[in-house]
């Protein structure tokens, strides 16, 4: 059955709006209309699966230093609201389980992007889909996707049934080997990056195209022009009065 994908997904929850990766953002998301929340998952040092997006704890938290070098009862004991500003302060880094279940209750789809500090890629790739086992179906879509084509492997080897996302930053030349080899269900690029020429070539594979980070109506419709089924937006309001 081809994959169908929503055009708009939003970043980090709606990372425009609310902090990245918390269950607020999510929420907010979810208030603007969208159909699909993409988050990004790694390990704790006790191999609990956080959903943050760098590998460091400074940008986004009141934390320092490497996210594995924490555990996650040292994790949430940081404020991932307060650095975005002060309404949100006491937000705290989610566990994916709470996403799944955040998600279920919204009825919202999800994106898990498995996002491994270095030397973790098959172990992150197991834990998160462990976890996503262990928790049931969210009654939405769920899809995977990684930048890293050993999460992706382990991913395949591990939950076939679950679609993947092959992620590209820095098109790689062997990019075609690598999307069969992961059986991508689809090819996710950094809009930035790409030309009309390459993205045909990527639409040319047959697979459906997501797009990030996608922050303007007018390039939103430029993507759809040319055969983007969706893209992730920091800001949904925006994109979804476009798509
Ligand atoms: O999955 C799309 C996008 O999230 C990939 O880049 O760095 O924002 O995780 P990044
Ligand atoms: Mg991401």
């Known amino acids: 059955m081809p994959l169908t994908l929503p055009?708009?997904?939003?970043?980090?929850?709606?990372?425009?709006?609310a902090p990245e990766n918390t269950l607020e953002s999510i929420r907010c998301a979810a208030a603007f209309g969208v159909a699909m929340v993409e988050i990004d998952?790694?390990?704790s040092r006790d191999e609990v699966p956080v959903v943050i997006h760098?590998?460091?704890?400074?940008?986004?938290?009141?934390?320092?230093?490497?996210?594995?070098?924490?555990?996650w009862r040292e994790l949430q004991a940081l404020d991932a609201g307060a650095p975005f500003g002060r309404p949100f302060t006491g937000e705290r880094i989610p566990d994916l389980t709470s996403v799944l279940?955040?998600?279920k209750e919204l009825q919202l789809g999800l994106n898990v992007e498995i996002k491994p500090s270095p030397g973790t890629d098959v172990?992150?790739?197991?834990?998160?889909?462990?976890?996503i086992d262990a928790f049931?179906?969210?009654?939405?879509?769920?899809?995977?996707?990684?930048?890293?084509?050993e999460s992706l492997e382990a991913a395949r080897d591990l939950a076939p049934h679950l679609p993947r996302g092959y992620?590209?930053?820095?098109?790689?030349?062997?990019?075609?080997?690598?999307?069969?080899?992961?059986?991508a269900a689809s090819i996710n690029f950094d809009h930035e990056q790409e030309t009309s020429e390459s993205i045909a070539a990527y639409k040319a594979t047959g697979r459906p195209l997501l797009s990030y980070t996608v922050n303007?109506?007018?390039?939103a419709r430029e993507l759809f022009a040319l055969g983007v089924a969706g893209v992730f937006t920091d800001f949904p309001g925006r994109i979804l009065r476009v798509a």
């Open 123 to 131: 172990r992150t790739a197991e834990v998160a889909l462990k976890t």
């Open 7 to 17: 055009r708009v997904i939003g970043h980090r929850g709606a990372a425009a709006h």
């Open 216 to 219: 303007t109506a007018e390039r």
């Open 136 to 149: 049931g179906p969210i009654g939405a879509p769920l899809v995977l996707s990684s930048f890293s084509v």
């Open 101 to 103: 279940a955040l998600c």
């Open 41 to 43: 998952v790694q390990l």
């Open 54 to 71: 760098d590998d460091t704890l400074e940008r986004t938290t009141t934390g320092r230093g490497p996210v594995i070098d924490l555990t």
């Open 167 to 183: 992620l590209i930053w820095e098109r790689p030349a062997d990019w075609a080997d690598i999307a069969d080899r992961v059986a």
